[in-house]
């Protein structure tokens, strides 16, 4: 005799028998390594991250230079010059930017320089223009100018065979400026991955197409897609993909030359369509499993052909949630950047929020800083589905396990996906 179906009934709000979200995360980025390091382009290297070391070829700057458009002298020349008894020299030549000087500089003489022009021999000091008058071959100084000033000196900046870069550092706008000064055309990180989004479902069609009853547009391969490439990766789109399993198993290995990884959405859950489960099933090792969190509860994680593969629900905020919590700290990964998770403040929230007891809720807030800190204000239900309410938010508040209303008023930590100023 059969037992009643309602002895096998699962309750949506428990926590029992999944994994936390800590054990789930662990369990992904445990399983994930760097990209190996590549040579690449300095401008296509910016947001990756140094594999190695970069060290000073040379003194920076290389030799010294003129701060200032004037004259370069000998300091001792110039000491006693006053706006009423100015010291006379004779000009004996020009020192150009990008140039050798065409002198030196000897006694009762002066070298016009250009502001970033290197220091003729013999001079200690630079007098500006403006402090002087020139009249045929001669210049007179008025005002006094002591050794070194105006003068930018050889390894002001960093010094041959100094280390200017360590690895594991990311390129950003001043980084890439210290790598060319440094000779730095290629530089050795690790690369931007490469990720292939897929998703899954008979009811879906492009976002250009009208739906017909029954079928919706297909939003979760943008929201992936703006997902990666904020974060750094480059996302390519493969399309729809019906819910056949040689039809998604194909889309999959068909795309395993140009991919670093894969994510797709839909067909990880417990329904007899889930074509993504059984398109691995027995091959890879890709497996599936339930976290205790709402929304994103049904996981696939796995390699194909050493690949990471990451297996998401089909309702759009299960899919950025998920990102959030597993994605993106993996793809951070992949590029070897050590800070990989969310800036988390403390809000006070301004309105209850409800949740599942047993699982921990991210719970879509746009939060506002005030005079007493910040404030979390909820966007709208809980449903998996309502894409809108993350549109209208800039964080996810974490309501734990065990808690099944947080009352306003009452504190919670919140990740912060964008800044608080909109």
Known sequence: MSEPAHEHAHDHDSGEGLLSVEDA??????????????????????????????VADRDVPAFASSAMDGFAVRSGEVASARPGEPVQLRIVG??????????????GEAVRIATGAPIPAGADTIVPIENTEVSGELVRVFAASSEGKHIRPSGEDAREGQTLLRAGRR??????????????SHPYVHPRPRVVVLSTGDELVPPSQTPDYGQVRDSNAYLLFGALREVGAVPMLAGIVRDDVE????????????????????GVSVGERDVVKAAFSGRGDVEFFRVAMQPG????????EGKPYFGLPGNPVSVFVSFEVFIRPAVLKMMGRHQRFRPEVTARLTDDVTGPQGKMQFARVLVKQDGDGYTATP????????????????????????????????????????????
């Not at 039809?247 to 839909?266: E, K, P, W």
């Not at 964080?395 to 919140?414: C, D, F, H, K, Q």
């Open 379 to 422: 966007t709208g239900g809980r449903g998996s589905n309502l894409i809108l309410t993350v549109s209208r938010a800039n964080g996810l508040a974490i309501v734990p396990p065990g808690v099944e209303t947080m009352s306003a008023g009452s504190e919670v930590r919140v990740w912060l996906f964008r800044s608080t100023d909109g």
């Open 171 to 184: 390129i950003g706008a001043p980084e890439m400026g210290l790598l060319a000064t440094a000779g730095v």
């Open 297 to 304: 509860m049904p996981q696939g994680f796995g390699h194909v």
């Open 25 to 54: 995360r662990e369990r992904v980025l445990s399983r994930i390594e760097p990209l190996a390091p590549i040579a690449l382009p300095l401008y296509e290297a910016h947001g990756c991250v140094l594999a190695e070391d970069v």
């Open 94 to 107: 020009r020192a150009l930017i990008g140039q050798r000087p065409e002198t030196t500089v000897g006694g």
């Open 247 to 266: 039809t998604f198993r194909g889309a999959v290995f068909n795309h395993l030359v140009q991919a670093d990884a894969f994510v797709s959405s839909g």
